[in-house]
């Protein structure tokens, strides 16, 4: 017979702590809403109103897309559920493409849903789902009160999963309102990596342009593949689609292939975009330090040399007459000690994202100004 100590030791830790704990069954007195329906609105995919689809790409693109990129597009990251309601609780019933099976992002991040409540400029967390890593559905209770009263929310979607099928659980008899307007039809649009999809923040209200959405009150596209931001001009024409641009970050570094590769795909990938929209702000970002640097110097000494033709790109179009393109040196973006706002000297934690938001909120919000 073992000791109390060992048994203890050996037993779920759910079972220790009751905040570790997945939760109660959902009641079944709840009325399941589907956010396709009005007056629900869903934000961040650039085609929904013409495909109804959970979907970061068109589902038949009219322009070749590799197929990793055509996979990456059914993860949801960006997308949002945004509505009003005076239900006491607000629930999700999710049914995803696949379970979780990231070893360092929580399954919160990569499949779950999270919530906040308040209203643009006020978001505050407000709950996360939870539910059993590699489950591929689950139900969730993502808010709960005592008080009926009229509350805006915003459901954020899974950053690295799709989702076939979503519901929203609210109490009998609860009235739905609309969100509130954005403050206008433009969309700011982000390209990227894994970075930009949302690599391997917690929760999904955590990735950093989930975090700029709630400061700046217009819907956000995120079409960062993980792994496979490699600037394609087919991506570029893709992105261009997008109606109403309030502006256009680009931050594929991180997946670039080199130094050379990058100084080839990079000119041809801004010029794509812009033949398209010559105004619209282009705010081209270089990756953010890798946690070996300090002792693998050749990491470094790559980082700057695509840091510093960056820079002269920029310095040479907007001497060519294209004012509408700045340039934002990701060095600083994580602080003094980036490893310490990553998980694996890659992709960043919370802090990092938090750190990363903070610093391209001020150039973000100058562009979209205009």
């Keep these: 017979m073992g000791s109390d100590s060992e048994k203890l030791t050996s037993s779920p830790l759910y079972q220790l702590d009751r905040n570790m704990s997945i939760g109660s069954p959902l009641s079944d007195r709840l009325q399941w809403h589907s956010p396709l329906e009005a007056p629900f609105l869903v934000a961040g995919f650039g085609w929904f109103q013409a495909e109804r689809l959970y979907r970061r790409l068109p589902a038949v693109p009219d322009v070749p897309v590799r197929p990793e990129v055509d996979a990456l597009s059914n993860c949801t990251s960006g997308g949002q559920i945004r509505f009003r309601t005076?239900?006491?609780?607000?629930?999700?019933?999710?049914?995803?493409?696949?379970?979780?099976?990231?070893?360092?992002?929580?399954?919160?991040?990569?499949?779950?849903?999270?919530?906040?409540?308040?209203?643009?400029?006020?978001?505050?967390?407000?709950?996360?789902?939870s539910f059993k890593p590699g489950q591929?559905?689950?139900?969730?209770?993502?808010?709960?009160c005592e008080d009926a009263e009229e509350r805006s929310f915003m459901l954020n979607m899974p950053l690295?999963?799709?989702?076939?099928?979503?519901?929203?659980?609210?109490?009998?008899?609860?009235?739905?309102?609309?969100?509130?307007?954005?403050?206008?039809?433009?969309?700011?649009?982000?390209?990227?990596?894994?970075?930009?999809?949302?690599?391997?923040?917690?929760r999904p209200g955590m990735s950093y342009p989930n975090i700029l959405s709630r400061h700046i009150h217009l819907e956000f596209i995120n079409l960062g593949f993980s792994g496979n931001g490699k600037g394609e001009p087919e991506l570029a024409m893709l992105a261009s689609q997008i109606s109403d641009p309030a502006c256009f970050v680009i931050d594929y570094e991180a997946n670039c292939g080199g130094t050379e590769e990058y100084r080839h795909t990079l000119p041809g990938f801004i010029k794509t975009y812009r033949e398209a929209h010559p105004d619209v702000p282009i705010i081209l970002v270089s990756r953010i330090p890798h946690g070996a640097e300090s002792f693998k110097p050749e990491i470094r000494e790559g980082r700057l040399a695509r840091l510093k033709f960056q820079s002269e790109l920029v310095a040479e179009r907007n001497k060519a007459g294209d004012r509408h393109i700045v340039f934002v040196d990701g060095s600083d973006l994580l602080g003094d000690d980036p490893g310490e706002a990553m998980v694996d000297g890659v992709h960043p934690t919370d802090l990092g994202f938090q750190r990363i938001a903070d610093g391209l909120l001020p150039v973000i919000r100058q562009a979209t100004s205009r």
């Design 160 to 202: 690295y999963q799709g989702v076939r099928e979503l519901w929203i659980g609210l109490e009998p008899g609860a009235k739905v309102w609309a969100p509130e307007p954005y403050d206008s039809s433009k969309k700011v649009i982000l390209y990227g990596t894994s970075i930009t999809q949302g690599g391997c923040a917690s």
């Design 86 to 129: 005076d239900s006491r609780t607000v629930s999700v019933r999710v049914r995803l493409t696949s379970g979780s099976g990231m070893y360092h992002m929580p399954p919160t991040g990569e499949c779950g849903m999270d919530a906040y409540i308040g209203g643009p400029g006020h978001w505050i967390h407000a709950g996360t789902a």
């Design 136 to 144: 591929e559905e689950y139900e969730s209770s993502l808010f709960t």
